[in-house]
């Protein structure tokens, strides 16, 4: 497709190479050539200088034989007005970053009114994303599909487990068709395990199970499941303030530490059920005088991924809390994963899935959709729903009849609220969700999963 992305920064960069990895055709706006020339210079991209909101801009960038438009600048209002200029020049389908609450409590009226094909929000689904990590206070990832009912749980292996030295065959004996590892992390290897698969402590796996089966599971393999009860928000952003709505809403008590004064006061009219500290989060002085030790949870979220590493550090050091890191901008995945800084959080992958899921819905034809879309363990992975809306190739077969190709697992089929965790017998039919684990990229229907 034909793909025209308005903003060379963070998110507008991640974008840019992920669609041109998936065989996009790229052209990047951007006010700066200095970004562009170093997106060109590594990335197979255009680039054209210039104001997205101008039309003449638009044009050069060849809008008019556009499939979609994407506006992620800085600005929300000048995303919108990119959007509409889209819109009315190229008649393409346009996607938006809306960051201001204001302007997310109206998103539906914008969205009608503009014309826009999506709204995201990297704020507010960061502190989605944090709030399930709250709710599951043993898991360093946590993903959901089909609306809540599934959960793609990334847990630790402890010492002293009783998975350690288990087979999957045995695995599957104890727990049954309740949870399903689909994926393994062990060291810097990672990998879609067979039956023959045999688990030891220390590696990361990420189970399929229910919310209801959750705490169970994490009581027989010997996993701390807890429920957090208080946490404390080191930094006053966005973030912190749709991560505290979610918190109180479940009735977590939440302190806010904030350096900006005027910030204290805003956030205090705007949660008052929050206790919101004036002070210096890298201060651990601040930081013990607040309870850190006696948190249950410290989630870092200051603008400077630096700072939030040290806190996140520091908590791991003084307190038995779970510690949540988010970082935008630092690329040391491989040293960052070797730190005691437990769950990590980054907006710009989060915003880049929610609009790859919604490309690989655009471009798909063979009667499904990608309904939900994650990318996992630094990319390497990615889950998949999908939607299967008519018969297809995969649809009436035996499962164990389908020719799947390498490195795909058929993790979960959901169908009028049963969840089946899938055996050879069963089958997909029209109307099912489908979760898909792979090692692949850039499947964008359900037909995708079998060799041609």
């Keep these: 497709m034909n793909i025209i992305i308005v903003g060379c920064g963070k998110v507008g960069y991640t974008l840019a190479k992920q669609l041109s990895e998936e065989d996009h055709d790229i052209t990047v706006i951007d006010t700066d050539?200095?970004?562009?020339?170093?997106?060109?210079?590594?990335?197979?991209?255009?680039?054209?200088?210039?104001?997205?909101?101008?039309?003449?801009?638009?044009?050069?960038?060849?809008?008019e034989n556009a499939d979609l438009l994407i506006a992620v600048t800085g600005k929300d209002e000048?995303?919108?007005?990119?959007?509409?200029?889209?819109k009315k020049a190229g008649n393409c389908q346009t996607i938006a970053r809306v960051r201001d609450p204001h302007y997310f409590a109206e998103i539906n009226f914008i969205k009608e009114e503009?014309?826009?094909?999506?709204?995201?929000?990297?704020?507010?689904?960061?502190?989605?994303?944090?709030?399930?990590?709250?709710?599951?206070?043993?898991?360093?990832?946590?993903?959901?599909?089909?609306?809540?009912?599934?959960?793609l749980i990334s847990v630790t292996i402890p010492g002293g487990s009783v998975l350690n030295g288990m087979s999957l065959i045995n695995f599957s004996q104890?727990?049954?068709?309740?949870?399903?590892?689909?994926?393994?992390?062990?060291?810097?290897?990672?990998?879609?395990?067979?039956?023959?698969?045999?688990?030891?402590?220390?590696?990361?796996?990420?189970c399929i199970l229910r919310l209801r089966d959750s705490y169970s599971f994490f009581h027989k393999v010997g996993i701390n499941s807890s429920p957090i009860k208080n946490v404390i928000i080191c930094g006053g952003g966005t973030i912190a303030y749709y991560l505290t709505q979610e918190l109180i809403r479940a009735r977590v008590s939440v302190k806010i530490i904030e350096s900006d004064n005027?910030?204290?006061e805003q956030l205090s009219e705007m949660l008052p059920e929050a206790l919101v500290i004036h002070g210096d989060a890298t201060n651990k002085g601040v930081l013990l005088e607040e309870g850190i030790k006696q948190a249950d949870a410290v989630v870092s979220i200051t603008n400077i991924d630096e700072e939030n590493l040290l806190l996140s550090l520091y908590t791991h050091h003084v307190s038995k809390a779970k510690p949540i890191?988010?970082?935008?901008?630092?690329?040391?995945?491989?040293?960052?994963?070797?730190?005691?800084?437990?769950?990590?959080v980054c907006p710009k992958e989060i915003t880049s899935e929610y609009i790859l899921k919604y490309v690989r819905s655009m471009?798909?034809?063979?009667?499904?959709?990608?309904?939900?879309?994650y990318r996992l363990v630094g990319g390497r992975v990615e889950a998949l729903e999908f939607i299967v809306k008519d018969e297809s190739d995969v649809?009436?077969?035996?499962?164990?009849?389908?020719?799947?190709?390498?490195?795909?697992?058929?993790?979960?089929?959901?169908?009028?609220?049963?969840?089946?965790?899938?055996?050879?017998?069963?089958?997909?039919?029209?109307?099912?969700?489908?979760?898909v684990v792979t090692t692949l990229k850039g499947l964008s229907g359900i037909n995708d999963i079998l060799e041609v």
């Design 174 to 206: 104890m727990f049954g068709g309740n949870v399903l590892v689909c994926i393994v992390r062990r060291g810097d290897e990672v990998m879609i395990p067979s039956g023959q698969f045999v688990l030891m402590e220390g590696d990361t796996i990420s």
């Design 395 to 435: 649809t009436n077969i035996p499962l164990s009849d389908l020719k799947l190709k390498h490195n795909i697992l058929l993790a979960s089929i959901a169908r009028k609220g049963k969840i089946i965790t899938p055996s050879g017998k069963d089958v997909i039919l029209p109307g099912d969700s489908v979760v």
């Design 325 to 344: 890191t988010k970082i935008n901008k630092i690329d040391f995945e491989e040293v960052i994963n070797e730190l005691p800084v437990g769950s990590i």
């Design 262 to 264: 005027d910030r204290c």
């Design 114 to 151: 503009l014309g826009l094909s999506m709204a995201i929000n990297p704020e507010r689904t960061a502190a989605f994303e944090i709030a399930r990590l709250i709710h599951f206070p043993s898991a360093i990832e946590v993903d959901t599909f089909n609306k809540g009912r599934i959960n």
């Design 33 to 63: 050539s200095e970004k562009l020339q170093n997106a060109v210079n590594v990335l197979d991209i255009q680039a054209v200088q210039g104001n997205g909101t101008s039309y003449k801009i638009q044009m050069e960038a060849d809008v």
């Design 78 to 86: 000048i995303n919108l007005l990119c959007c509409l200029i889209a």
């Design 363 to 373: 471009q798909n034809s063979f009667g499904s959709n990608v309904e939900t879309l």
